[in-house]
Antibody
Framework: EVQLVQSGAEVKKPGESLKISCKGS????????IGWVRQMPGKGLEWMGI????????RYSPSFQGRVTISADKSIRTAYLQWSSLRASDTAMYFC?????????????????WGQGTTVTVSS | QSALTQPPSVSGSPGQSVTISCTGT?????????VSWYQQPPGTAPKLIIY???NRPSGVPDRFSGSKSGNTASLTISGLQAEDEADYYC???????????FGGGTRLTVL
């Protein structure tokens, strides 16, 4: 079964760092992009960025460039989303997702496999 | 403000049809067929229901259909059922550096 399993909920204070994960299984991890999507409480989906684990090519939405870092460790089939200094406005659910097509062109197509989501709460 | 514009809400009675619009620009929806639609019931992860404008993944009922005209894509749900009540999001390819943009989402209420 193809699936993405994300790390558990996090509660952090402003200014702290955080790295959440997304582990892929059941498919060729290095041949599919993995994207990250933010959903703030009661709000819509926001595309944050995407990484190709095969060569770590990474693209960011301008809204998130410089605020987060997306990385991947293909040896353990895991993608990451990290912050160096959290803000209260980072409080949200974060989903990882995989496009339906493999290969380099896949990043622009629909995402048919989603993780269960990781809730991040930032509060003093 | 989202890159793609959707109505905040639509509603319909069981058995009726509803259409949700998604308006972009000539730089995204107007130029590409890489338009997708997602369904998100409360408290769950999004689910892909339409890809490449009008194609349904395996398992998605044919009550769901997609189309595109100019800079606007549309999702039509026919024969509404109570289980269709959810938020619906469109997305489109934009550029190679920022490949994906989402709409703001539309809440469907089945009366």
């Amino acid at each position: 079964e193809v699936q993405l399993v994300q790390s558990g909920a996090e509660v952090k204070k402003p200014g702290e760092s955080l790295k959440i994960s997304c582990k892929g299984s059941g498919y060729s991890f290095t041949n599919y992009w993995i994207g990250w999507v933010r959903q703030m409480p009661g709000k819509g989906l926001e595309w944050m960025g995407i990484i190709y684990p095969g060569d770590s090519d990474t693209r960011y939405s301008p809204s998130f460039q410089g605020r987060v870092t997306i990385s991947a460790d293909k040896s353990i089939r895991t993608a990451y989303l990290q912050w160096s200094s959290l803000r209260a406005s980072d409080t949200a659910m974060y989903f990882c997702a995989r496009p339906m097509y493999s290969g380099y062109i896949g990043y622009s197509y629909g995402m048919d496999v989603w993780g269960q989501g990781t809730t991040v709460t930032v509060s003093s | 403000q989202s890159a793609l514009t959707q109505p905040p809400s639509v509603s319909g009675s069981p058995g009726q049809s509803v259409t949700i619009s998604c308006t972009g620009t000539s730089s995204d929806i107007g130029s590409y067929t890489r338009v997708s639609w997602y369904q998100q019931p409360p408290g769950t992860a999004p689910k892909l229901i339409i890809y490449e404008v009008s194609n349904r993944p395996s398992g998605v009922p044919d009550r769901f259909s997609g189309s595109k005209s100019g800079n606007t894509a549309s999702l039509t749900i026919s024969g509404l059922q109570a289980e269709d009540e959810a938020d619906y999001y469109c997305s489109s390819f934009k550029t190679s550096t920022t490949p994906v943009v989402f709409g703001g989402g539309t809440r469907l209420t089945v009366l």
